[in-house]
Each structure stands twice: as C-alpha cells, then as structure tokens.
C-alpha cells in the first residue's frame, strides 16, 4: 500500500485520536457538506426560474411576434407565404392570432381580459398541457363559441366547465356612444388551464380566431403573429431582419424584447452568485486549514518519529493532503446527496410555494442539471486540496529533534 496513504488512513480511523480533533473534522465535514448543497440549491433553483418562466412564454406566446402599429393587418393568407418563404428554414410554426383587450362577464363578477383569437389547428402545446379542466377545443360556433381561461379568472368569475361568459368588446376600437354601441357575445366555457404564471392565469383568456375576428368587428384581419424557431440561437437575428424588412404598420419583436422586465430580473438574481460562491468556498477553504492544523499540532511528535525513521518531505505533505482530500471528498459527497434529496423533494411535492402575482409561479421551481453537480463538486474539491497544501507544508518542516525533545 502506498505509504502516506496508509499512515493517513491510520490517522483518520484510528480511535486514539483526539475527541476535539474528531469533532474539528466533523465539523469541517458538516461546513463543506452545507457550502456544497446551499451551492447547488442555489444554482438550481435559478436555472427552474429561467427554464420555467422561458419555457412557459415560449408556450404561451412565441420566440418572436410580428404586430402591429394600428389596430389590426391585412388577411394572413396574403402575408403567411412571404413570411414562410422569409424565414425557411429556420421556423417551426407560424401563427396568426387576433388579439385585443375585453371585459369578460359572469352572473357575479367582471374582469378585464386580454382575448387572444387562435386557430385550433395550430401549435398551441403549452396551453394543452396545462388544461385542468375541461379540454382543449375553440368551436367557432355562430351561436356559442367555446373560450378557454385561466383558473385564477374561472375563480374570480365563479364559473366552471359548461358555464357561459360574456365578452364586452370595443367596436372598432372607439369609445362606446349611443350610434357606436360596444360589440356584446356569449361564449361557453370549454377548458380552464392553469399555468401557475399570474400573467396569464388571471388575464388570458383564448377563443377562436374567427370568432375573435367576428367579436373585434375586424372581418378577416389579425393583430399579429406568433412565431416559434427551430434553434433560440437565432432569434435576435431573424428579430432584426424581419425588423429591417417589414414596413409599416409591420414591426416584430423577440421574446426577450416583449417580456424585458422578466429576463433582465432573471439575470439580476444571477448576479450575486459568485459572490456567494467566493464565499461559500472561503468557508471551506478555511475548514480545511484549521482543521488540518489542528492534526498537525497534535501530530508533531508522529511527524517527529516519521521523519527521523526516513520519511521525507514530500511523503509528510502527501499524509495531509490526502487527509484533506478525505474532508473534501465526504463534505462534496453528502452536500450533493442532500442537495439532491431537497431539490427532488421540491420538484415532486411542491413543497415550498411562492405568490404568484410576484414570481411569476406558485412553487418554488427547481432544475437539476449535471452540470451545476459536478461544477461545484470539482471547485471545491480543487480549492481544499489547494488548501491543505499550507498544513501540509507546515508539517513538512517540523525538525524531528525539535519534535521528539519532550516526547
């Protein structure tokens, strides 16, 4: 057996070792265990609110909207070949949509909404998803259209599956008058989704696109189309060049740029994470110095007999790293376990819930990645073995005259 390997063994098992040096190294073990885990909780739990709050926007809107400047544009079936033919290869879906804002009515409450006028044949996989009750299906039905909310606005206006709503919507766009009465139409509640985001659980509410069409008064025009890409890496390209090439009342804008707010948050909340890795490291860091000084001090007169039975220098500071090793090692090993027990337990029972009217969900979301695992795990396992070189070294020094003298 290597050498320095087994006397660190006997080090780290042996039973006449010091309580107070026991629990020193135990409580090394405990700090980078803790550093570890809070690390990787951290890291994750950033990573489910970016991947959620992008996923769930993609799923509701697009990667990139093409709009308007006036109030609505011209029939899609002139502009979708050209926007195909723009954009191939690079889209995976292209959909129109007629959208405005409407008062949505029951027996016992009303509400501001924003109706969006979809076609069913489209891609619209997010809000299927997301049904909790009722099913996906927009009927344009010349006396009762089918309309899909969202469950905070079932529960505001009280309705459920089956019941009927009424929309209230501006005629033309202008201020309701005895000669411009606003546009009034029933609609059935088909399916009510939850997406556990406010903006669109409390203000969304979907429709068919002929029915939308027909409640806006804007006969065979949309307001705007929702585009979904093959790779993220070309939204701002495909954004800026559809930019450059539409005119007027034309303009597109990616998602980035429509939930600005959102993503720049997200990237807010980033921010202080080296410096809460620079931290957590620190503590480790100084765990494993004092814990292996510690061993040093109380191993002097065995360093002392070592050396003078012919170890040399490079074995003494090899018997410490390898008992740092050890520390870092157990301390990386258990944080990992315990991040992964918390993280699993959050993503399968939801335990912790946030409002969400401020953070966008209503449970705290979590992502586990690989990645963020072994990145923490091989930096602090690379900074404690840099570490215990200063112990190490240290003990290399200790002249086994001085050492043994009052043995």
């Given amino acids: ?28 073990i405990a700090g980078i265990a803790l550093g570890v885990a809070t690390l990787i909780i951290a890291l994750s739990i950033l990573n489910g609110f970016q991947n959620t709050i992008t996923n769930k926007l993609i799923d509701f809107d697009s990667h990139i909207q093409i709009s308007s400047y006036s109030t609505s544009l011209p029939p899609y079936e002139k502009f979708m070949p050209w926007l195909k033919k723009s954009l191939s290869p690079y889209y995976k ?65 009280l309705v459920k599956v089956g019941d009927k709503v009424t929309l209230f919507a501006l005629n033309k766009d202008q201020i309701p008058s005895p000669e411009n009465l606003p546009n009034i139409k029933k609609f059935v509640v088909a399916g009510i989704f939850e997406s556990g ?46 930019a450059n090439n539409l005119k007027y009342p034309y303009t597109a804008r990616s ?17 202080p994470i080296p410096i809460i890795l620079g931290l957590i490291i620190i503590v480790a860091v100084f765990n494993i110095i004092g814990t292996l000084l510690m061993i040093v001090l109380e191993k002097t007169n065995a360093v002392g007999v070592l ?25 990386i090993v258990l944080g990992n376990i315990i991040a992964f027990v918390l993280a699993y337990l959050q993503l399968k029972f939801k335990i912790i819930s946030i409002p969400s009217s401020v953070y966008f969900m209503s449970s705290v979301p979590v992502h586990l990645s690989a990645f963020n695992f072994i990145l923490v795990s091989a930096l602090t396992f690379l900074l404690s073995i840099i570490a215990s070189v200063i112990p190490s070294f240290i003990a290399s020094k200790i002249q086994p005259v001085t050492s043994l003298r009052f043995n």
């Fill in 1 to 28: 057996m290597f050498f320095p390997f087994y006397i660190s063994k006997k080090y780290i098992y042996s039973k006449k070792n010091s309580r107070f040096i026991s629990f020193i190294s135990g409580f090394s």
């Fill in 93 to 157: 879906s292209i959909n129109p949509f007629a959208s405005k804002l409407a008062i949505i009515s029951s027996r016992s409450f009303k509400e501001g909404v924003n109706i969006k006028g979809i076609r069913p044949e489209d891609s619209w996989g997010g809000i299927k998803r997301d049904i909790v009750a009722g099913k996906f299906l927009l009927s344009d039905s010349s006396e009762t259209p089918a309309i899909i909310i969202g469950e905070k606005l079932a529960e505001k206006l």
């Fill in 197 to 242: 985001m406010s903006i669109y659980d409390d203000l969304n509410a979907y429709v068919n696109i002929k029915a939308a069409q027909e409640l806006f008064n804007i006969g065979d025009n949309v307001t705007g189309y929702d585009i979904k890409v093959n790779d993220i890496s070309k939204i701002d390209s495909l954004t800026d060049f559809l």
């Fill in 255 to 271: 998602i980035y740029q429509i939930h600005r707010n959102i993503f720049t948050w997200i990237e807010l909340q980033k921010k």
């Fill in 307 to 331: 050396k003078s039975l012919g170890a040399n220098r490079r074995q003494i500071v090899s018997i410490f790293l390898i008992q740092g090793s050890y520390f870092a090692l157990t301390g």
